[in-house]
């Protein structure tokens, strides 16, 4: 099993560009989701999916959009990028609201 | 808002120690609670989940116990070896999607 699989696992950007970071499941999973992890701010997430067709924003979802055309699928992009977006991005999955969460490796996005 | 705190920031301990992690958390309304390991540079893996209803959950040298009235849980490490080293996470769910993480404890074991 692959669980989730997110690339790039590293890119550098120019400040206006745009990119969209992809993320992937094989576990069937209804729930997807996007965090980012930034220095002395913990986990804060992005945007939600609570299946395909349906997203939901989260707490810091300025800059970024997304969509779930399928299951196995949660892309994330930056529309214009921003050097406040440097920053390692996670994508999560789970059966369920209140069941395991499995993150995938992380993108560490470098805007310059 | 959900704050989750863990202490302590930073922990360095000798090889074969048992040691606990210690979470807290302000809003006792909880669906569950997960601990993570995050190597430097990797992602998160996860360890043990506890549902609300649960005390405790163990898998192999680890135990996690949760007391939701408390607001508090501890994650127990035995006979801890050096492959141990790590940033340990803890996340907290309450009603709506997201998980609310402390900032974690990076753990370092000395052979």
């Known amino acids: 099993n692959a669980g989730v699989t997110q690339t790039p696992k590293f890119q550098v950007l120019k400040t206006g560009q745009s990119m969209t970071l992809q993320c992937a499941q094989d576990m069937n999973h209804e729930y997807m989701s996007w965090y980012r992890q930034d220095p002395g701010m913990g986990l804060r997430l992005i945007h939600y999916?609570?299946?395909?067709?349906?997203?939901d924003q989260g707490e810091v979802p300025n800059g970024y959009n997304v969509s779930r055309s399928t299951t196995e699928d949660f892309p994330l992009r930056l529309l214009s990028a921003a050097p406040s977006q440097t920053s390692v991005y996670f994508c999560?999955?789970?059966?369920?609201?209140?069941?395991?969460?499995?993150f995938g490796q992380g993108t560490r996005l470098t805007v310059v | 808002k959900q704050e989750v705190t863990q202490i302590p920031a930073a922990l360095s301990v000798p090889e074969g120690e048992n040691l606990v992690l210690n979470c807290s958390f302000t809003d006792s309304a909880i669906y569950n609670l997960q601990w993570f390991r995050q190597d430097p540079g990797k992602g998160l893996t996860s360890l043990l989940l506890?549902?609300?209803?649960?005390r405790e959950q163990t898998s192999g040298r680890l135990n996690a116990s949760l007391d939701k009235s408390s607001g508090r849980s501890t994650l127990y490490i035995a006979a801890s070896q050096p492959g141990d080293s790590a940033t340990y996470l803890c996340a907290v769910k309450n009603s709506g999607y997201a998980l609310n993480f402390g900032k974690g404890t990076s753990l370092l074991v000395t052979p």
């Open positions: 506890i549902q609300s209803s649960q």
């Open positions: 999916s609570v299946g395909a067709g349906i997203t």
């Open positions: 999560a999955s789970s059966l369920g609201p209140n069941t395991e969460a499995f």
